[in-house]
């Protein structure tokens, strides 16, 4: 177990909806990476925070955004929902720093129709 | 841009029958390499951070190597529980230390 939970577990939202999805970390992480991973791929990194700020971003588009919150939780928002974002959303937390291990969620499965 | 490679994308093994999963990589400045696990439809696993050309780390029947290229999984003896999709990321020495992901191998053990 790494601590690291992640809802809900599973989505179902039609195209041009928007989304939240939401991860709790373990007390002390304050470094949280989301990733997008579609089937049949490695995780693709979204974007990252550290102590609340956004510390880099992946080739994604503004309609993605995110928020990290004192309490070690952090929400992943999407919006105008395109049939590609079907996928697995991963969120990750470290402790200390950016550059440490990042210990991984079970996901949030996300579907589009 | 920072690169990672696996290969084979697939490996089907006999029980007991050891075998390596290969990573390549490129990447401005390696801070770490990461090997996770991962089971249908869950998160990635941590298995293993390895940090310099040279160094090894085991765990149970697993052993990670890596070099300036390259990192290698071996897996010796494995069991059906071993199946699962293997990943391997690379992390730079800059201030946003994201995770670049190769594809992934799936490994299947046969009993």
């Known amino acids: 177990e790494t601590g690291v939970t992640q809802s809900p577990t599973h989505l179902i939202k039609t195209r041009g909806q928007q989304v939240t999805l939401r991860c709790s970390s373990q007390?002390?992480?304050?470094?949280v990476s989301w990733y997008q991973q579609a089937l049949g791929q490695g995780p693709q990194f979204i974007f990252q925070?550290?102590?609340?700020?956004?510390?880099g971003r992946g080739n994604f588009p503004p309609r993605f955004s995110g928020l990290q919150f004192p309490n070690y939780s952090s929400e992943l928002n999407v919006n105008a929902l395109e049939l590609d974002d079907s996928a697995l959303y991963l969120c990750a937390s470290s402790y200390t720093g950016p550059g440490e291990t990042q210990y991984f969620g079970p996901g949030t499965r996300l579907l589009v129709l | 841009e920072d690169q990672v490679t696996q290969s084979p994308e697939a490996l089907r093994l006999q029980e007991g029958e050891s075998s390596s999963l290969n990573c390549s990589y490129t990447v401005s400045g390696l801070r770490g390499l990461f090997w996770y696990r991962q089971d249908p439809g869950k998160g990635p696993e941590f298995l293993f951070t390895l940090y310099s050309a040279g160094e090894e780390k085991e765990k149970e029947r697993l052993k990670a190597t890596l070099t300036k290229k390259e990192s290698f999984l071996h897996i010796t003896a494995p069991k059906p529980e071993d199946s699962a999709t293997y990943l391997c990321a690379v992390q730079p020495y800059r201030a946003n230390s994201k995770l670049t992901f190769g594809k992934g191998i799936t490994l299947s053990v046969r009993p």
């Open positions: 925070y550290y102590r609340e700020e956004e510390n």
């Open positions: 007390s002390g992480h304050n470094t």
